[in-house]
């Protein structure tokens, strides 16, 4: 396996990039990952906004989190987040359907209720660009396979690199805005999080292009 291309963040190189994939009348997807509060959302809704809603759509995997209820009926709300906590398969299916150049809707992540809301986002069938980011397109360990069939539906994938330190910091913040205590969310950041980082960082060896963000 060949070593990914390494880049620091330059927006204006990255916006070059996602347009070189932009070829009419096909359909290519563009994969971001990484750590939790390594940025994903925030680049990946960035560079679809200069692309335009004429070139590009964003398909988040955060959109295929498991209701609360239902992690609660398989004892696993205390590790929200983790990849046996999301409908990997039906994530995969919805990007082999995006690949092939279907017209598609497709549920997203509310932070406000911190739940999935089925059927909220379109994308055309026109549309050359699809842009996914979330956490697990690159694992591929032991009984991960509907992950590794998610990958295989997408072109390039770039990883997200940014300082520990500033990343859990960034986190925390999140958190609380988002209604958890200080002291909560510092326990979510420091143990699941923090879990599911050390599993994202382990497969970033298999991404196309390593980004190196800014504190």
């Known amino acids: 396996m060949a070593e990914p291309e390494q880049l620091n963040y330059d927006i204006d190189e990255l916006v070059r990039r996602a347009k070189a994939m932009i070829v009419p009348g096909a359909r290519n997807i563009l994969g971001i990952t990484g750590a939790p509060g390594s940025g994903k959302s925030t680049l990946a809704a960035d560079l679809v906004g200069r692309l335009g809603p004429d070139s590009a759509r964003l398909v988040a995997m955060d959109g295929f989190h498991l209701a609360d209820s239902l992690l609660a009926e398989f004892g696993r709300a205390e590790r929200k987040g983790a990849p046996d906590t999301f409908d990997a398969a039906g994530y995969a299916v919805m990007l082999g359907r995006i690949r092939r150049g279907d ?100 497969a970033a060896r298999r991404a196309d292009l390593i980004v190196h963000m800014p504190r």
């Open 103 to 202: 017209p598609v809707v497709v549920p997203e992540f509310r932070r406000d209720i911190d739940e999935p809301l089925a059927a909220a986002r379109y994308v055309p069938a026109e549309i050359p660009l699809v842009v996914t980011e979330g956490n697990y397109l690159l694992l591929e360990g032991e009984g991960e396979g509907e992950w590794r069939a998610a990958r295989s539906a997408i072109d390039t994938v770039w990883h997200l690199e940014l300082d520990g330190v500033e990343r859990r910091r960034r986190l925390e913040a999140r958190h609380i805005r988002f209604g958890k205590s200080p002291a909560a969310a510092r326990e979510w950041t420091n143990g699941s999080d923090e879990a599911n980082a050390v599993l994202i960082e382990a």
